[in-house]
Nanobody, 126 residues
Framework: VQLQASGGGLVQPGGSLRLSCIAS????????MGWFRQAPGKEREFVAG????????SYADSVKGRFTISTDASKNTVYLRMNRLNPEDTAVYYC????????????????????WGQGTLVTVSS
C-alpha cells in the first residue's frame, strides 16, 4: 500500500483547497480512509474519515460543515475539499488507510491507521 498526497499550498483566509491522495495497492471496499493534520508544535489530529463498507463519514468538530471527504474508486483517489479556510487550519495534512476490523465505523485515532502518506503543507495566511 502506498499513499501519495498532493494539493497543498498557500491560500488566503476564506479560501478553498482540494487535497488529493492517490492510494495504490488497496481497494476502498477493504480499507478505511482518513485525513489527519499536524500543526507546528502540536500532535497529529483527526480531520475526516470514511469507513470501508458503510461509507460512513466523520469529521472533527473544528472542520464540520467546511471540509468534505470523498473518494473516486475509478482513480483510486481520496479527496479532502476544504472551504472557508482560516489560519488555524494551517498544518501538514496526511492521508491514511487501515484495514483494521471488524469495526465498520470511522476510525479517528492515529494508532488505528496502518499506512500513511508523506503529507502536504497547507498554509492559510493573508
Amino acid at each position: 500500500v502506498q499513499l501519495q498526497a498532493s494539493g497543498g499550498g498557500l491560500v488566503q483566509p476564506g479560501g478553498s483547497l482540494r487535497l488529493s491522495c492517490i492510494a495504490s495497492g488497496l481497494s476502498f471496499d477493504d480499507y478505511h480512509m482518513g485525513w489527519f493534520r499536524q500543526a507546528p508544535g502540536k500532535e497529529r489530529e483527526f480531520v475526516a474519515g470514511m469507513s470501508r463498507s458503510t461509507r460512513a463519514l466523520s469529521y472533527a468538530d473544528s472542520v464540520k460543515g467546511r471540509f468534505t471527504i470523498s473518494t473516486d474508486a475509478s482513480k483510486n483517489t481520496v479527496y479532502l475539499r476544504m472551504n472557508r479556510l482560516n489560519p488555524e487550519d494551517t498544518a501538514v495534512y496526511y492521508c491514511a488507510a487501515t484495514a483494521r476490523g471488524p469495526y465498520n465505523g470511522v476510525y479517528r485515532r492515529t494508532v488505528d491507521y496502518q499506512y500513511w502518506g508523506q503529507g502536504t503543507l497547507v498554509t492559510v495566511s493573508s
